[in-house]
Structure formats: C-alpha cells, structure tokens
C-alpha cells in the first residue's frame, strides 16, 4: 500500500518547455566553459548548484552562477509561464483522496520553486502535503535525502509505502537509493524511456497523469 508519492517537479508534474536546461547550459556557456549535451543530460534533476559548479569547474563561482541562472529562469517563466501537465492535477487530487499523501520534490530551490507553484496555483495543504528543495537537506538527488525528508514531513516511516516518480535518471536513482517502494520513471522530460530503463525503474509510465491507474 502506498502512502506517500514523492514527485519531481520540472517534466515530471509541470511543463515548462524545458526552459531548465536551456537556461542552464546559457549560463554555463557564458561562463567560458559551454557543456556538451551528454554532460547536461547526466546533471538532470541534480541540484542546480551542485550542476553548475561541476559544468563549468568552477565551484568558487557557483552562487553568483545560481542567482544569475535564477533570475534567468524567472524572466523566462513570467514570459512563458509553467503549466500542470494534462491531467495532474487530478491525478493529485485523486491520491490525496484515496489517502495517500502527496510531496514534490526538486532540485531548484526555494525561489524558483515558490515561482512555480504560485504560477499553478498549488499549495502545502491544499494541492499538496510537502514541498522539498535540494538546497533544504544535505545533498540533492542522486541522494535519497529530499525523499526522507518528505517521508518526515508526512509522517511517512517505511519507504516501501513510499512511491517516486520522476523524468530524469536522478531521479530513478534517489527512488532506489531511499528504498522507495515503487521508483516510476515518466517519458514527459528530456530523458529517453532507454536512459530511464538503464537505472532500473519498477515501471515507466507515459506521465503521472497514469499514475492512479498504475498504483
């Protein structure tokens, strides 16, 4: 049985054109140092300090780099703002009244996060059960700490009654590494169903709009 559903954010619940990445490897490139699309693809769903700091080599430089990808990231989502992806929202609001507690987790942190969820609406006690940002525990993914620290939010004690879901193969490992119950990989992000497949994941679904009729 499942009690908890612990969620990435950007191409697992919310569509944002992927606007992440491109701003990303922007900012990178600015820097001196531009990333080849292998080494972005292996930073995806990280924590985005940690990212920047191992693009460009220059951990000296990583919070200057984060709040210039910030406020980067922000202008594109007032011109372009993120949206659920069809049929989240009630995919969401199904959990939560079949019982099951439901937690976004991500790699951005408190500011681009708080743009996200203002843009759709979605509230801590309303939408939601718990919001974690990597910048909030010890390491982001492929560490299990975000996952534990919805599990605390949530009161959630056994990770078998834990599920994840997520876009990227960070993702796919952080479910595994916290012994999450079930660890679903969704093809709504920018990584392929065969980078998803390669980190085991108990299934891959279209989006989490499918997640209901799968658990």
Known sequence: MIALAALDIAGTTIDEGGAVYRVLAEVVAEHGSPASDAELRHW??????????????????????????????????????????????????????????????TGFDRRITDTILSEVDWRVGEQLDAVVCADEVEAGRPAPHMIHRAMELTGVDDPAQVLTAGDTALDVQAGHAAHAGQVVAVLTGAQTRTELEAHGPTLVLPGVADLTAAS
């Open 44 to 105: 995806m769903g990280a924590d985005k300090r940690a990212a920047l700091a191992a693009l460009t080599g220059d951990p000296g430089a990583t919070e200057f780099l984060h709040d210039r990808f910030v406020t980067r990231l922000s202008e594109v989502y007032a011109a372009t703002p993120p949206k659920p992806f069809p049929g989240v929202p009630e995919a969401l609001a199904a959990l939560r009244d079949s019982g099951v507690r439901v937690a976004l987790t």
